[in-house]
């Protein structure tokens, strides 16, 4: 329980960090946090208007399940958000890139499921 408790806060520490490089006081797309706790589930959002344009769109979704694996369902930034989590003390073992087909995940250096 230590271990999922530790990668929740690294995920969290990370999913603040990555929002503030977005936190433009007068941008009219704002960058939002989502966190569930009880579930494991961290996500940051863009929403807002662009002059006649809607933005509304998923940054990154990170899970961190109960048995410790760190399940990194969507990574829409340019800074590879896998090598940061491993660069925070998450080990690659105990991070899915589930953006890949399970028969491709072997493929990546990272866990499998």
């Given at each position: 329980m230590e271990k999922v408790t530790?990668?929740?806060s690294i995920v969290k520490q990370l999913q603040a960090e990555i929002a503030a490089l977005d936190d433009a006081?007068?941008?009219?797309?704002?960058t939002k946090i989502?966190?569930?706790d009880l579930?494991?589930?961290y996500l940051l959002f863009s929403n807002g208007w662009l002059s006649e344009?809607?933005?509304y769109?998923?940054?990154f979704h990170v899970e961190v399940t109960d048995d410790g694996k760190v399940w990194l369902h969507n990574d829409g930034t340019d800074l590879v958000v896998a090598e940061m989590l491993e660069e925070k003390g998450i080990?690659?073992?105990?991070?899915?890139?589930?953006?890949y087909a399970p028969i491709r995940r072997p493929d990546t250096g990272y866990a499998v499921a």
């Open positions: 530790l990668y929740k006081p007068n941008d009219p797309i704002k989502i966190q569930d579930h494991g589930d344009s809607r933005v769109g998923c940054y080990p690659k073992q105990d991070i899915v890139l589930a953006f």
